[in-house]
């Protein structure tokens, strides 16, 4: 099957320019800009890579369209003016193969994709002297294959990479490194183990099974005031449109629990006044917030604590408007909160959360794909 390419270079608002790999070699040492056709390398280049790395996940059963990019298969990938380096090019073979794999997990799980497409923005390009650097955005949807039949439409995910590139004595960029930039778990077309930050440990709590098939479970009506269902519209509408009523905290520890905190608001969780460093308290105003707002640990120990949400004993338990969180590397540590925004009808949870903006990912994909994490599962 086919992926159509598509490439948006943005701005680079940078002072100089060099016009070729051989000019950006000979350069002197600061800092200078690409020329719009090696950026459109750059990006068309990690274009490639990543719509590759979704390839091998689609449902090879329906994959009868020619492939139009042929480079890809019988020899070293070359887009415009960048290549992939030799290392990088066997990375990328050891990375396909452990994406079959996972495909063929999930396959096990009753999940598989039928389509994809997969969207670059270059954000930045920067060369200094013979190498670039390069911030991308990848947006990637999957289709979902109907194999119960009550699937979503779709899944989508937005990440963020770094691109470092050599100039090569024949005029062109070669790839030598692209390294994932998000805190969250990782997307599932990422291999690799995802960076866990070091913390302090945080409370305990009960751990939930990631086993199916689970029994049926239906969630109960929640306490007056609470809507799942606008908590799980909240998350859907900002899952990669973030709402400008509150601050980001991407770059200070992850934006997880900031966005899980705003969609229970919106579902009718009450402020609860005090001490911002106190886990007992919860709330968010113009210039503040309390630890509990936007960490997960400290989440987690406000919710048990005022009995708002209880522990579940298995992933697959959760219904629209519960929590799930994950320790990454179990350090008994939570890393990570994500929401529930859909269930099907047969049982399987689907969750929306930011870092890595993420929609409607199934439970059976996160846990496919972070095997090592422990899970903790909230009935709010």
């Known amino acids: 099957m086919a992926t159509v390419l598509t490439v948006a270079v943005s701005a680079v608002l940078l002072p100089a320019s060099a016009t070729s790999p051989a000019g950006a070699a000979g350069a002197p040492a600061e800092i200078r800009t690409v020329d719009s056709d090696a950026t459109q390398s750059f990006g068309r280049i990690a274009d490639a890579v990543l719509t590759q790395r979704t390839a091998a996940l689609l449902d090879s059963t329906l994959d009868t369209a020619p492939d139009t990019r042929p480079a890809r298969r019988t020899g070293p990938l070359l887009v415009g003016n960048a290549r992939l380096s030799a290392r990088v090019a066997r990375a990328e073979g050891t990375a396909l193969s452990s994406l079959r794999t996972r495909k063929a997990r999930l396959a096990a799980l009753g999940e598989a994709y039928t389509a994809a497409d997969t969207r670059i923005t270059v954000d930045r390009a920067r060369v200094h002297g013979g190498r670039a650097t390069v911030q991308i955005t990848e947006t990637t949807t999957l289709t979902y294959k109907k194999i119960r039949g009550d699937e979503p439409p779709t899944t989508a995910f937005q990440a963020h990479h770094e691109l470092s590139f050599a100039a090569t004595p024949d005029r062109k960029w070669e790839l ?177 959360y930011h870092s890595t903006n993420t929609y409607r990912k199934s439970v059976a994909s996160i846990v496919v794909s972070n095997p090592n994490a422990v899970y903790f599962a909230y009935r709010t």
Not at 203 to 227: C, D, E, L
Not at 259 to 279: E, N, P, R, T, V
Not at 312 to 327: A, E, F, P, R
Request: net charge positive.
């Open 176 to 352: 030598t490194g692209m390294t994932p930039k998000d805190d969250g778990p990782r997307a599932v077309n990422e291999p690799g183990t995802p960076v866990a930050k070091s913390r302090d440990a945080g409370p305990s709590g009960t751990p939930a099974a990631t086993s199916w098939p689970a029994r049926q479970q239906v969630k109960p009506p929640g306490t007056a005031g609470y809507n799942y269902a606008t908590m799980a519209a909240y998350a859907e509408k900002h899952w990669k449109n973030y709402n400008p009523a509150y601050r980001k905290f991407n770059d200070a520890g992850g934006d997880c629990t900031n966005f899980i905190s705003q969609a229970l608001k919106a579902g009718g969780w009450k402020h609860d006044s005090g001490l911002y460093s106190d886990y007992r308290n919860w709330w968010y105003d113009a210039s503040y917030q309390t630890m509990s707002w936007v960490g997960a640990d400290d989440w987690a120990w406000f919710t048990l604590y005022s009995k708002r949400a209880s522990n579940l004993s298995n992933v697959y338990y959760m219904g629209v408007g519960d929590i799930m969180q994950m320790d990454f590397n179990r350090d008994g540590s939570k890393d990570h909160s994500m929401i529930t925004t859909y269930r099907s009808r047969t049982g399987t949870p689907y969750l929306t």
